[in-house]
T-cell receptor
Framework: GAGVSQTPSNKVTEKGKYVELRCDPI?????LYWYRQSLGQGPEFLIY????????DSGLPNDRFFAVRPEGSVSTLKIQRTERGDSAVYLC????????????????FGPGTRLTVL | GNSVTQMEGPVTLSEEAFLTINCTYT??????LFWYVQYPGEGLQLLLK?????DKGSNKGFEATYRKETTSFHLEKGSVQVSDSAVYFC?????????????FGKGTHLIIQP
């Protein structure tokens, strides 16, 4: 079956602009995660959805970042007033519920969106 | 909070050499542990996992054993190949029924020379 897909694969924008990044999880996966990966670093957790609601948004760096998942499937990460420091690869991952996965939080990652803020 | 520390790279080895990439962690409770791999130009892929103490995860000739007493999850392979060249990430997930975000190490870039 299809894996996690993310669009666009690359996004170049100017400082101060608004961007939206989209994630399409694996069908049937109820949990969806957003991470940010800066050059030479490991992925850093941003936000996690269980169904439609954000179960944990403690990783969002500030109020310029927002994410939604209105129908419990596709999710959009929104960044307002972009800054050069927001440049990174934004990764999305999805997983089955813990009950369905036997209690193991195994996440499947998409290819990422490379965001460049000029 | 949770943290993962892994050896810094790049690690350069010759083909057929023995590989160890060290990983230690700090976490409350009993986390699940993972190794993810990122091949050039590709996304993160799960390589192996272990969910409780003394479990051994294995895949594609790689192994890692969950050592609670040393809070470690070192990755090993007996004979590496050029195709193993990639960036390897150690990660943990909280236990206790939560489905939290993963905590990753910084990654170790492995280069295998023919």
């Amino acid at each position: 079956g299809a894996g996690v897909s993310q669009t666009p694969s690359n996004k170049v924008t100017e400082k101060g602009k608004y961007v939206e990044l989209r994630c399409d999880p694996i069908s049937g996966h109820t949990a969806l995660y957003w991470y940010r990966q800066s050059l030479g670093q490991g992925p850093e957790f941003l936000i996690y959805f269980q169904g439609t609601g954000a179960a944990d948004d403690s990783g969002l760096p500030n109020d310029r970042f927002f994410a939604v998942r209105p129908e419990g499937s596709v999710s959009t990460l929104k960044i307002q007033r972009t800054e050069r420091g927001d440049s990174a690869v934004y990764l999305c991952a999805s997983s089955l519920s813990l009950l369905a996965s036997g209690g193991v939080n195994e996440q499947f990652f998409g290819p990422g969106t490379r965001l460049t803020v000029l | 909070g949770n943290s993962v520390t892994q050896m810094e790279g790049p690690v350069t080895l010759s083909e057929e050499a023995f590989l160890t990439i060290n990983c230690t962690y700090t976490a409350t409770g009993y986390p699940s542990l993972f190794w993810y791999v990122q091949y050039p130009g590709e996304g993160l892929q799960l390589l192996l996992k272990a969910t409780k103490a003394d479990d051994k995860g294995s895949n594609k000739g790689f192994e890692a054993t969950y050592r609670k007493e040393t809070t470690s999850f070192h990755l090993e392979k007996g004979s590496v190949q050029v195709s193993d060249s990639a960036v390897y990430f150690c990660a943990l997930a909280n236990s206790g029924g939560g489905a939290d975000g993963l905590t990753f190490g910084k990654g170790t870039h492995l280069i295998i020379q023919p």
